[in-house]
């Protein structure tokens, strides 16, 4: 399963990419508290992630959140300088122990994409993690219930993967959660219509293409490699979203 994920993953991260948005959305997904352990696509250590966010606040970046970036993309509202957003994918419990710290190091707030079947198992985010990210001040996103693939998703999984998971969610943050992350960065135009239903304002992807009718349910992010130094980072971050 993990395998197939990994897979996947790989294959989409190989995608061409077509910039179509000005604000870099970074995408993190495991991190690691030994820093001894190689960072990848799907993982980065504690000290690369000091590192990058570290090499991000130097250079001036501002975090911003779903609702600035909405305001941003439907009227115009003005965006801080040097505007990044941060987004962390699938529940870890890392999320929790390493990133909320370091980015509170840094003055940042990110946003926390929570699929809420493994909340509480071993290895996640329990409720009272995922509320106090949230009393902290960053944005808990919805990212389904069990991470299915677009096409997995049919009208009759509509409750169970979009419109439950928010409810849950909005139940532990006690705040409206209107943001989801497609898992694997997979849309179609019917998962879009299925989101619009079930009362996300804003979706996000990875690099994929976006949909030319619904661009604020194809907004693009950055999967950031664990590898990368703050400098390269910010390259990347100029190639993909000029
Ligand atoms: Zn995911």
Known sequence: MRLIYLLLLSIIIDQPVSPSSSVPILCYHNISADDSRKSSALSISRLQLRAQLKALADSGYHSILP????????TGK???????MITFDDTRTEH???AAPLLQEYGF???FFVM???VAKPGYMNASQIKALS????????????HPHAKGIRPSDREKQLVNPRH???KITGKPVEYIAYPFGEWNETVIADVQISGYKAAFQLTGKVSPANKLYTIRRIMVNGSWSGPRLQQELKIVFK
């Open 116 to 118: 809420t079947v493994p």
């Open 168 to 170: 849950v969610l909005e």
């Open 135 to 146: 009393d902290m001040g960053h944005v808990i996103g919805a990212h389904t219930w069990d």
């Open 109 to 111: 707030k990110g946003v």
């Open 96 to 98: 929790f122990t390493i």
């Open 78 to 84: 003005k965006l801080p300088d040097r505007p990044v």
């Open 67 to 74: 609702d600035q970036l909405y305001a941003y993309l439907t």
